[in-house]
């Protein structure tokens, strides 16, 4: 059977029957293989017009960009005439980026690429406050100058969007352009990618795939995951027709010398099966015996798949616009499908989340009605919902991040009270407050959230962002 037959008796029944019976709005599927291109949009690109996805729809790649501002860098590091040196400082190029601790001249652009510069990662990506000028990046560059290494330079992996950002800005530097234009001219129009791009105002309305966060999922206004201050690391926007190119040219033997160097791991990070290692600007892993080069993307409202199997000229690419679907897990089950192996169940097997149907609850009836819908459904045998806290997290995040946290209170107060002890609770609930310049209730859901669980590395994250008492 071809990849079409397989695709269509083996994968689209699988994810049609998902998206029926889970919360989703929008998604968009497509599977390479051999030059063969099966691709189809599932739900709609926004809850309030009812327009449905196609693999014409533009979504928001979050960090799936990272791999198109990689390929440029390295590109112009080995052209015929190189135009930058990927160990050289980056300093070179962009004088205005400092540390406190003076060591700004460690930072090199490989190092940069493999996540091993040791710097931070942002804390606050300002969706709310989006700076459109031609001089975000400069300004964002300037902005850490308050930052200290957290580890050795080229000894450890530590994933830091904030050195995408100063990739970014070392890009349009060396081609004397802004970095969207340099992307465009390096990578994406080659390639003939002419509807890809990282300037949001570039995406055609009737195109666009609308952001959905919150639960039940709606779309938060006019907050959207944009800034030009991190375009580089986030703003990718593409369809199912241009990321399949985008695969295929990958796979292209005159690419191979490019590629190699990308592709060649870097340091170790042991989260198989697609993060073993990582190399430049991609993750390397290993599925079904054949090695993967990947990456992922999750912002508010949007998340991405794109993984690729060189050696069986296979990829696959997962978009959607709401956080509430497991990408990877359609990723596997399309590649199961495209390497002809068997379909592994994780998808089929995955309930929905019982934050869904409480949340819908709590919208249409209030908290009693939505209290007695969650102990109801808990109660089932055998289990029908997914008990997890993972889904209520994926209900709220999206919005705080936004700082729309009027969306999500009610919720995030019912999850507290349905889930006293739930140390993630107490860490979204802690976070909201911080948003919402609550610093006091900030600090006391905080430590509450450690007391519960004193690993809890995203409170402990919040934490640090919160001045003493």
Known sequence: MGLRGSVEDGLWPLIEAFVDSHDVAGLGVAVVRDGEVVSRGFGVRDVRSGAPVTPETM???????????????????????????????????????????????????????????????????????????????????????????????????????????????????????????????????????????????????????SPHVGMPLSVPGDAYPYTRRHAPSSTLHSNLVEMCRWMMANFEPARAPLLDLMWRPVVSVGRPPWAEAEALGWAVGTYGGHRTVSHSGSDPGFGSRFVLVPERRTGVVVLANSTTVPASLIATAALDVALGAAVSDGLGASLRSIAGPVAEALASEGPDAAKATYHQLAALEPAEFDLDDDGFDDAVWGAIELHRTDMVWSLVRLWTELRPDSSPAWTMTGWAHQVDGDLDLARTAIHRALTLDPGNADAAEVMTYLSPA
Request: charged share 20%.
């Open 59 to 209: 979504f928001h790649l979050a960090s799936v960009s990272k791999p198109f501002v990689a390929t440029a860098v390295v590109s112009l590091a080995i052209a015929q005439e190189p135009l930058l040196d990927l160990d050289a400082p980056i300093t070179e190029w962009v004088p205005e980026f400092t540390l406190a601790d003076g060591r700004a001249g460690e930072v090199t652009a490989r190092r940069l690429l493999s996540h091993t510069s040791g710097l931070p990662d942002v804390s606050d990506y300002g969706w709310h406050d989006p700076q459109l000028s031609d001089d975000a990046l400069s300004e964002f560059a300037r902005s850490v100058s308050g930052w200290r290494l957290q580890a050795e330079p080229g000894t450890a992996f530590s994933y830091s969007n904030a050195g995408f950002e100063l990739l970014g800005l070392l890009l349009s530097r060396v081609m004397g352009t802004t970095f969207e234009d340099a992307v465009r001219r390096e990578v994406l129009a080659p390639l003939g990618l002419r509807n890809s791009t990282f300037l949001r105002g570039d995406v055609p309305a009737e195109l666009a795939a």
